[in-house]
């Protein structure tokens, strides 16, 4: 607080009084302020506009906002008369908070900058730190949280430089920004702030900073669920309580969330008793809508089963909430009655409001009804098109299933018709030729190997057809060997890579190993007769997260359209095949040649 002349002494004591009590007994520190005012010898100086801004304050503590504001305004005109920026920007951020719980925004946004001009030109971080913490409440009662907590940071920032200043500041910065987290649901933020906030105001006795303080403290830990903690911060601020009006607007918002938190606990009595004493000493200081009230008090009674009171309430609230959805058609109606003033044309009005509330209430009841069909339709629609999906894939699986095997039957049957029957042919053939007295013959012995090798090919295919078997060896062996086989008798360049190099590949299932192999063998088989391949490269690894890759890349060429029908058989045995397995394929034709990708799950 500025000093004023000498003849001035007594109303600055007077006025020191006033703000050491201001935060800890309201009422005493009114009692030092009108003392201040009445021992005042001259209006020009800079303690005479700190008073009327101390007792306006005084007035807006316990919740008499009319008066205070009309006390700021008078305040903030002596403070431009005295050219005093200490008392402008005082009065002007008071003023905009006063609008702002008026509901009248523009106004409160209006004074708040005029404020913060004033107060950044003075280097004033501590109202600095004021206006930046209630633009914040502004923005963060209009729900715009997002928006409002940049300006929480930058008053915790200007707080932080005026600490020594000004502590309730300091305190009052950190409980805002703690609340806004708390609404944000960012609660591991949210409640070291508050807890700067209340060790704080405990540390200088300040009842009403505690009370602050506790409010957002308590939502905090309801959200987490920890009610040892929500019960042990009542019976803290019940104790605070008696040293602050009822009528004020920290008791009040106290009472506004004990009552909330003790109605959801189902201790309906305790909750009752809180909003009975808002709705005793409410004023203009309850930050809810009065149909909120109402609404909560009517919850109460019926949860201690006094369901005449309940309904009582739940009328009124409901009415309430009408009034407020109607407000501008009440203003046309009010409009009418001053110019007719009859009793006629006010009945009529009251029948058209009556008539207003039915259909209104009507109106939400079908559409709620609308709502609840609509999401009853579409959850049957979900189920049934899940069901339908379900039923296709399975189908899908099915008709796989029964493909694969039907091939592998097919396979085994030619295998074993190949191994007995044409096997042995071509080796009965070679031997009744060997019988023959030309058998040195040259062109005799040219037929001895195409038979022997013919015989050799028969073999080779009867085992490639011939299901693998996986209990002496597992898939990497045998993609190995397969391999190696595939560039010694067709003499195409084949490579083989596999990993990791310390992997288990015994504990891939049999079943799934199978499937792999024969993949492998029709992709290798597709490559050499429509791609022309000369070398190929097949690649086998698992990750971290048990997922398997293999890779078959071939060079040559794309297929031609003609063996696009004939090819399309082998391509689709392979999709069935990984369908099967529950896995993913996809071909990619590239200048370097084809490349087939399949990934599943071990």
């Not at 050491?20 to 005493?28: G, I, R």
């Not at 709620?368 to 979900?382: D, K, P």
């Not at 299901?467 to 360049?493: C, F, V, W």
Request: aromatic share 10%; proline share 3%; glycine share 4%.
């Amino acid at each position: 607080m500025a000093r004023s002349a000498p003849g001035n002494a007594l109303a600055n004591a007077y006025s020191d009084l006033g703000d050491y009590y201001m935060y800890k007994v309201p009422d005493s520190a009114n009692y030092y302020f009108q003392k201040g005012l009445s021992h005042i010898k001259e209006k020009t100086a800079p303690v005479y506009t700190g008073l009327l801004c101390n007792v306006a304050a005084y007035s807006q503590s316990i919740g008499e906002m009319d008066k205070a504001l009309s006390q700021y305004h008078f305040a903030y005109d002596e403070a431009q008369r005295l050219h005093w920026n200490e008392g402008k920007v005082v009065a002007a951020s008071s003023m905009g908070v006063l609008y702002r719980r008026k509901e009248m925004p523009d106004s409160a946004l209006y004074y708040y900058k005029e404020a913060l001009e004033v107060a950044e030109n003075q280097q004033d971080m501590s109202a600095v730190a004021n206006l930046y913490t209630n633009i914040t409440v502004l923005y963060a009662n209009g729900s715009r949280l997002e928006e409002a907590l940049p300006y929480a940071k930058k008053g915790i920032e200007a707080a932080e430089l005026s600490k020594h200043e000004d502590i309730i500041q300091y305190i009052y910065s950190y409980s805002t920004y703690g609340a806004v987290l708390v609404k944000l649901n960012r609660l591991e933020e949210g409640t070291p702030a508050l807890q700067v906030a209340l060790r704080e105001s405990e540390k200088i006795g300040s009842s009403q900073m505690e009370i602050k303080s506790l409010i957002p403290l308590l939502r905090l830990f309801d959200l987490r669920e920890l009610r040892d903690s929500v019960f042990y911060y009542i019976n803290k601020a019940e104790k605070i309580l008696p040293a602050l009006p009822l009528s004020s607007t920290e008791v009040l918002g106290y009472y506004e969330v004990k009552g909330q938190l003790m109605e959801k606990y189902g201790r309906y009595k305790e909750s009752l008793e809180a909003f009975e004493i808002i709705e005793k000493h409410r004023g203009q200081s309850l930050q809810s809508p009065i149909d909120r009230l109402y609404y909560h008090l009517g919850l109460n009674y019926h949860g201690l089963n006094k369901d005449e009171r309940a309904y009582e309430y739940m009328k009124e609230a409901y009415l309430a909430k009408d009034s407020l959805f109607a407000q501008e058609v009440q203003k046309q109606m009010s409009d009418l009655t001053v110019k007719y003033k009859t009793k006629e044309k006010e009945w009529e009005i009251e029948q058209l409001k009556r008539t207003q509330a039915e259909q209104y209430a009507s109106m939400v009841q079908k559409i709620a009804w609308l709502v609840v069909a609509l999401l009853i339709v579409t959850s049957i629609c979900l189920v049934l098109l899940y069901k339908k999906r379900a039923a296709q894939k399975e189908l899908d699986l099915r008709l796989a299933r029964q493909y694969i095997d039907g091939l592998e039957s097919e396979r085994k049957r030619l295998a074993k018709e190949l191994h007995d029957g044409v096997c042995n042919d071509l080796l009965g053939i070679e031997m009744y030729m060997q019988r023959s007295p030309n058998v040195e013959d040259t062109n005799l012995q040219t037929i001895f190997s195409l038979l022997e090798q013919a015989r050799v090919d028969v073999r080779f295919i009867s085992h490639e057809l011939m299901p693998p078997s996986l209990q002496y060896a597992n898939l990497d062996m045998m993609l190995s060997d397969y391999t190696e086989r595939i560039e010694k008798i067709h003499g195409i360049h084949t490579q083989y890579f596999s990993s990791p190099l310390d992997m288990n590949w015994y504990q891939i299932p049999h079943q799934k190993a199978y499937e792999l192999y024969r993949i492998v063998q029709e992709a290798i088989t597709n490559a050499m007769l429509h791609g022309g391949a000369g070398a190929i490269k097949v690649s086998l690894a698992v990750d971290e997260d048990d997922f398997l890759s293999l890779s078959v890349q071939a060079d040559g060429q794309k297929p031609k359209e003609e063996t696009n029908k004939t090819e399309g058989i082998g391509l689709r045995t392979i999709a069935d095949r990984v369908k099967c397995l529950d896995g993913i394929c996809t071909f990619n034709y590239e200048d370097l040649g084809t490349i087939l990708t399949v990934k599943l799950k071990v």
